[in-house]
Nanobody, 114 residues
Framework: QVQLVESGGGLVQPGGSLRLSCAAS????????MSWYRQAPGKERELVAT????????NYADSVKGRFTISRDNAKNTVYLQMNSLKPEDTAVYYC???????WGQGTQVTVSS
């Protein structure tokens, strides 16, 4: 069955960095776009970034452009989210998602606080 396992979340100070990973299995990873979403307390889940199946095309929410980078390693069936210059408003649970299929990971908590 499909599994998406996120890791790399944690507590970081404002201005710091984290790298999230999402290890995928149970489907043909290198044929699928991949996305990261996030959901802050009391807010709707929002799209953060998407990457094409080959990694040649990426898209970002305006709120993270220039600070976050999505990438993938198709040999490892893993998608990453490098997050730099983190702000308190980036605090959320971050989810890995396979567009169209409806497959979600379990989420990883990111907390940005001093």
């Amino acid at each position: 069955q499909v599994q998406l396992v996120e890791s790399g979340g944690g507590l970081v100070q404002p201005g710091g960095s984290l790298r999230l990973s999402c290890a995928a299995s149970g489907f043909t990873f290198n044929t699928r776009r991949m996305s990261w979403y996030r959901q802050a307390p009391g807010k709707e889940r929002e799209l953060v970034a998407t990457i094409s199946s080959t990694g040649g095309s990426t898209n970002y929410a305006d709120s993270v452009k220039g600070r976050f980078t999505i990438s993938r390693d198709n040999a490892k069936n893993t998608v990453y989210l490098q997050m730099n210059s983190l702000k308190p408003e980036d605090t959320a649970v971050y989810y890995c998602y396979v567009p169209i299929t409806g497959y979600w990971g379990q989420g990883t908590q990111v907390t940005v606080s001093s």
